[in-house]
């Protein structure tokens, strides 16, 4: 026996228990072949997480799961595995890791904090079993390790409790098989909690997490140990599956200027040591999600805008040029810069591209339509309403809807970013429509830097047209009667500098409209803003997000990144509440 | 002093604390110059139940609930309240019951098994409080109280522990303060817990249940008064508001059909004991989701089959007859039976009409994507397509949302129901498209049980044209070619009375494929199937769902009515997930 160890950084896929076993196998039979003592598998592994309700729906996954252990402990001749699976005893199911010591299971761990957060499900399905000492501690090679769950205790700000004090004080080398999700500052936290246990209390760490994508969440990997001075000595880099075998006492420091990004609690618009990590996470995202629900191919609408042009740079890099066809859908108040734009960008990128017109359908349908106000006999039209404008979204969406329907294994993407989102400034079944929508999660402040970032920073240097960026962004749906020009959607919303800040104090501050006017926001450091003003716009904002609120019950997926996202897989304020967002000023 | 107790059934309006507070302080009011000494009102009354994550996204609602409690108090002059609230101490929240006496608050009662069910969101957000004997009793009038929150110990069937045990040998009379909402057996079992404790123990209970609708659920309210032999002695009516002053002396017994009904736990068509349930379920739902959601009427396409023609009488009957347009929507092969039966139907309710045939519009697109397709040098194309049946979804949709978008407070109405969303066999931006989706948790076996009840049972009699129930649903999008009519949805799928048990199964018995095969169907008693074609159907029904997944993701809020639905508030399996659902078998 050694110290070599294997962290078997895997993704799996979510519910295919045989799909997960044959993975393990082959990284244990690796891990035998290169005379390592012990292979690490992530929290969960043999489900696959985030697992949703599948366990609730199809409980037998469990008993496959048990099925699966027997066949995989018969290939642990003279190694030992630690593999998380949902362990089912009677009634209950436990999230569990099994111990396998050559050939024979020889216990299980069972979870005892279980995550509360409604985007695991894990409280629903889960009982958190009594944290038990024995059971967590293992001998091997003269060392002693023990074992934790995930965010059992750990990132639970309760890692100084007596529990895992009198672990840490017990054995050489602390084990965290986890799975936890990115997302703004989310590493970083756990980062600075397993090095600070590590330089506290002179441990090693081996925490292993898995990669992957799930339709929302991704996982970047990450697998790391820590030496007893809380520096890295070994790291498997993110976003790729590696059964890494490492010695324990290997002398390395590795820096990662990812886990050591520190974070300002206010609100900027410096974006700059963020966009790579965006950039990555996005595409990883796009790869993944395409990959595991079989899609290889994805249409999209060009308008010659900022967010379509920043999605189509993101398909390129995650499905290769070669799988993305840009569509220019020009109606008649298009301008033929953005035509132009649209074509430029899909040349610079060598994405396919074609231009369909919606003229005639715009005109027809309209037409249609004016024949059909005339038949009804109901209440008042609105004086001015968004029907024409809305023609021109859905009629883009039919087209790439169409696409999809005529090509095989071709999703059409959403282009909705998560600014115009808080503010239900997307049109349903038009630029909202999609099999996958990757900017939700995004706003148009970030865009604009990640499109700079993009421009500057990929292959294909300034990739989007210059214009794109400098130009204000507008749906090009509808005329401002006050300029004449295509309304512009920071005439339509407020200027994106305060949208901004406002969503950033709602997902950062938890503040209300109330809590809002007592702050000073950095567009009135920047620019004259009076107080009546900034009055205005919370209210505007607050009144069009309660009025988002249907819209964000039916977003496709959309990879998280920011520290709070209206994503649909965690976003839960019903559409029939109405809170009083400025009950304090009363 | 007397036993005049008053139990507050009312609907609060989640998220605002100054409607329900207000609300509160008329009944409080209407109790005190009825001479009663005790309010009782439901579960977390203040806020509004379900709450969403609306604790976690504006937690200062919890400051402006104490708020409102202070006022409430100062009103509660020789009166006793019982209130429910979410309470904060430090940064910890409680799912509170608030006891006033005589204009001051005594103190909380904290609930101490908290929800697991994700539907709730209650393990996200509260700490569970150790039940705590004392705090639970009050005395009044020489009696004495006990207090319960919700499935606070009742309903886990835990409520033969000690504490409850112990709970209610010093009590006088169990209160219940609850905020359950309706599903197929769940009122039933819920009644028969109450009543077993009442007869067992001899005890009073007092059951306090909130009324309503929000997105998904629906609370009926049926709060109600078990003397100690376990019989009903008061009970307000379901589907309202209403403050009613009882003496808990009573000595009636009140029958109700509908919480004294008993399930079969088979599979059957015979629905009939349930219809009426159904009927008023959905119909209440409709109101409270467009009063509380700010619209007024509903456009719905007609295209003469059964699921849109249901929906119409339900939003009829919820919305009232003026305020329901229905739109006839012919295409190239709709037949004229179908246009026929669509305004038959329309004038039977007496609701508005107009016909929009899309046969132009559908024409021009086609000749659009036909030159598009030819420009399009990308991979090859499917062999057959659904592109042409999706046209005439997507540009039925197109006219209904133009509707909305023209007419204020107006809401499209999504068509498709259980059985065909099962199994995908619904279009994108077409009939799945709509803010609300009545009939999503109805399966096609029974809407034609509910479309013959509502036939007989309604004022207007046979509202539905015959031939709608008789003839073989399908969507009329395409032609079979093998017999040159339009393709029936039996014959793009299965038979309904086979498909409706396969989703029985996975629902009430969490079956998988394997499981099924081993099972005799209830089709299979009633016609000649061999296990070759069994296997066949319930391959097709296991893939077709697989693909259905994203297609769940975004349908819109519909009421809950089966005992599992997959309405996005609860069904959580990953898109990306690759269930094995025959992994037995293998």
Same mark, same amino acid.
């Given at each position: 026996?050694?110290?070599?160890?294997?962290?078997?950084?895997?993704?799996?896929?979510?519910?295919?228990?045989? /799909? +997960?076993?044959?993975?393990?196998?082959?990284?244990?039979?690796?891990?035998?072949?290169?005379?390592?003592?012990?292979?690490?598998?992530?929290?969960? &592994?043999?489900?696959?997480?985030?697992?949703?309700?599948?366990?609730?729906?199809?409980?037998? *996954?469990?008993?496959?799961?048990?099925?699966?252990?027997?066949?995989?402990?018969?290939?642990?001749?003279?190694?030992?595995?630690?593999?998380?699976?949902?362990?089912?005893?009677?009634?209950?199911?436990?999230?569990?890791?099994?111990?396998?010591?050559?050939?024979?299971?020889?216990?299980?761990?069972?979870?005892?904090?279980?995550?509360?957060?409604?985007?695991?499900?894990?409280?629903?399905?889960?009982? @958190?079993?009594?944290?038990?000492?024995?059971?967590?501690?293992?001998?091997? +090679?003269?060392?002693?390790?023990?074992?934790?769950?995930?965010?059992?205790?750990? !990132?639970?700000?309760?890692?100084?409790?007596?529990?895992?004090?009198? =672990?840490?004080?017990?054995?050489?080398? =602390?084990?965290?098989?986890?799975?936890? /999700?990115?997302?703004?500052?989310?590493?970083?936290?756990?980062?600075?909690?397993?090095?600070?246990?590590?330089?506290?209390?002179?441990?090693?760490?081996?925490?292993?997490?898995?990669?992957?994508?799930?339709?929302?969440?991704?996982?970047?990997?990450?697998?790391?140990? &820590?030496?007893?001075?809380?520096?890295?000595?070994?790291?498997?880099?993110?976003?790729?599956?590696?059964?890494?075998?490492?010695?324990?006492?290997? #002398?390395?420091?590795?820096?990662?200027?990812?886990?050591?990004?520190?974070?300002?609690?206010?609100?900027?618009?410096?974006?700059?040591?963020?966009?790579? &990590?965006?950039?990555?996470?996005?595409?990883?995202?796009?790869?993944? &999600?395409?990959?595991?629900?079989?899609?290889?191919?994805?249409?999209?609408?060009?308008?010659?805008?900022?967010?379509?042009?920043?999605?189509?740079?993101?398909?390129?890099?995650?499905?290769?040029?070669?799988?993305?066809?840009?569509?220019?859908?020009?109606?008649?108040?298009?301008?033929?810069?953005?035509?132009?734009?649209?074509?430029?960008?899909?040349?610079?990128?060598?994405? /396919?591209?074609?231009?369909?017109?919606?003229?005639?359908?715009?005109?027809?349908?309209?037409?249609? !339509?004016?024949?059909?106000?005339?038949?009804?006999?109901?209440?008042?039209?609105?004086?001015?309403?968004?029907?024409?404008?809305?023609?021109?979204?859905?009629?883009?969406?039919?087209?790439?809807?169409?696409?999809?329907?005529?090509?095989?294994?071709?999703?059409?993407?959403?282009?909705?970013?998560?600014?115009?989102?808080?503010?239900?400034? @997307?049109?349903?079944?038009?630029?909202?429509?999609?099999?996958?929508?990757?900017?939700?999660?995004?706003?148009?402040?970030?865009? !604009?830097?990640?499109?700079?970032?993009?421009? #500057?920073?990929?292959?294909?240097?300034?990739?989007?047209?210059?214009?794109?960026?400098?130009?204000?962004?507008?749906?090009?749906?509808?005329?401002?009667?006050?300029?004449?020009?295509?309304?512009?959607?920071?005439?339509?919303?407020?200027?994106?500098?305060?949208?901004?800040?406002?969503?950033?104090?709602?997902?950062?501050?938890?503040?209300?409209?109330?809590?809002?006017?007592?702050?000073? !926001?950095?567009?009135?450091?920047?620019?004259?803003?009076?107080?009546?003003?900034?009055? *205005?716009?919370?209210?505007?904002?607050?009144?069009?997000?309660?009025?988002?609120?249907?819209?964000?019950?039916?977003?496709?997926?959309?990879?998280?990144?920011?520290? /709070?996202?209206?994503?649909?897989?965690?976003?839960?304020?019903?559409?029939?509440?109405?809170?009083?967002?400025?009950?304090?000023?009363?």
């Amino acid at each position: 026996m050694n110290d070599l160890i294997c962290m078997a950084q895997l993704n799996p896929l979510a519910g295919n228990i045989e /799909h +997960n076993k044959n993975k393990a196998i082959e990284c244990i039979k690796k891990a035998i072949k290169n005379n390592a003592s012990l292979v690490i598998f992530p929290q969960m &592994y043999l489900l696959g997480y985030p697992m949703g309700d599948i366990l609730y729906r199809y409980p037998s *996954v469990a008993k496959h799961a048990k099925k699966a252990l027997d066949e995989i402990k018969s290939y642990c001749e003279n190694i030992n595995v630690l593999i998380g699976y949902p362990e089912i005893e009677e009634k209950s199911y436990y999230n569990s890791i099994c111990f396998i010591q050559n050939k024979e299971i020889k216990r299980s761990i069972r979870k005892s904090v279980i995550s509360k957060k409604s985007i695991y499900h894990e409280y629903s399905y889960f009982e @958190a079993e009594k944290f038990n000492l024995k059971d967590r501690i293992f001998e091997l +090679n003269g060392k002693k390790y023990g074992i934790i769950i995930c965010d059992d205790i750990l !990132f639970e700000k309760k890692f100084d409790t007596d529990l895992i004090l009198q =672990l840490i004080s017990e054995i050489d080398i =602390l084990i965290c098989c986890a799975s936890n /999700h990115t997302r703004m500052q989310k590493e970083q936290f756990e980062h600075n909690v397993l090095k600070d246990i590590a330089k506290k209390y002179k441990t090693k760490i081996i925490y292993v997490n898995q990669t992957g994508g799930s339709d929302d969440l991704v996982y970047t990997g990450l697998s790391r140990i &820590y030496d007893e001075g809380g520096e890295i000595s070994a790291l498997i880099e993110p976003y790729k599956e590696d059964c890494k075998i490492t010695d324990i006492n290997e #002398k390395k420091h590795i820096e990662n200027s990812e886990l050591d990004k520190t974070f300002e609690n206010e609100f900027s618009l410096n974006y700059e040591p963020y966009l790579e &990590y965006i950039h990555n996470t996005l595409v990883y995202a796009i790869k993944e &999600y395409f990959s595991k629900t079989g899609f290889k191919r994805a249409v999209l609408g060009l308008s010659g805008g900022l967010d379509s042009s920043v999605c189509a740079v993101l398909l390129a890099d995650a499905l290769g040029k070669e799988n993305v066809l840009g569509v220019s859908m020009p109606s008649k108040i298009t301008s033929s810069n953005s035509k132009n734009d649209a074509q430029i960008l899909a040349q610079n990128l060598g994405i /396919h591209f074609i231009e369909a017109p919606i003229k005639e359908t715009q005109d027809l349908i309209a037409s249609k !339509f004016s024949e059909m106000f005339d038949n009804i006999n109901w209440c008042n039209r609105y004086t001015s309403s968004y029907t024409q404008d809305n023609i021109q979204a859905r009629s883009r969406a039919t087209i790439l809807w169409g696409i999809a329907n005529e090509y095989p294994e071709t999703l059409p993407i959403a282009t909705s970013d998560k600014s115009e989102s808080y503010m239900g400034y @997307a049109t349903i079944n038009g630029d909202m429509s999609g099999g996958y929508a990757p900017i939700l999660d995004v706003t148009k402040t970030k865009l !604009f830097a990640l499109a700079k970032w993009m421009n #500057k920073n990929r292959i294909e240097k300034n990739a989007i047209p210059n214009s794109v960026i400098e130009k204000p962004p507008g749906a090009e749906l509808a005329i401002n009667p006050k300029t004449g020009k295509t309304l512009t959607a920071e005439e339509a919303l407020m200027p994106y500098e305060f949208l901004d800040e406002v969503i950033w104090r709602i997902e950062n501050k938890n503040q209300m409209l109330d809590d809002m006017t007592k702050e000073v !926001f950095l567009y009135e450091k920047n620019h004259e803003l009076s107080s009546e003003q900034k009055l *205005v716009w919370l209210e505007k904002f607050f009144k069009r997000m309660q009025g988002a609120l249907y819209k964000w019950h039916i977003v496709p997926p959309a990879p998280v990144i920011d520290i /709070h996202s209206i994503n649909s897989i965690e976003y839960r304020q019903p559409i029939t509440s109405k809170i009083n967002y400025k009950e304090n000023l009363l």
